[in-house]
């Protein structure tokens, strides 16, 4: 087929009348949809508790350990007794 008949023909099936979908097939879609969104929903609120959960487990490490302060010098003893 060249491209007008290729055109032609494509032309054709885009004007031909819309297919028909059988209702037992579009309620069965429907409910793949809805078990898709719950599914993607659940996934994205346990995605966000896992988030804040690792931000509160880190703030609390943080606060605990306090890795911005110095360690103290162990290569010279205190000076004591002045």
């Given at each position: 087929m060249n491209r007008p008949a290729r055109e032609a023909a494509a032309r054709q099936i885009m004007?031909?009348?819309?297919?028909r979908v059988p209702a037992e097939l579009h309620a069965d879609v429907v409910r793949a949809?809805?078990?898709?969104?719950?599914?993607?929903t659940l996934a994205?609120?346990?995605?966000?508790?896992?988030?804040?959960?690792?931000?509160?487990?880190?703030?609390?490490?943080?606060?605990?350990v306090e890795?911005?302060?110095?360690?103290?010098?162990?290569?010279?003893p205190p000076l004591t007794g002045w």
């Open positions: 004007e031909s009348t819309a297919p949809g809805n078990r898709i969104l719950r599914l993607r994205r609120r346990l995605l966000w508790l896992l988030l804040c959960a690792a931000a509160l487990a880190f703030t609390v490490w943080a606060i605990a890795p911005w302060a110095e360690p103290p010098s162990r290569t010279t």
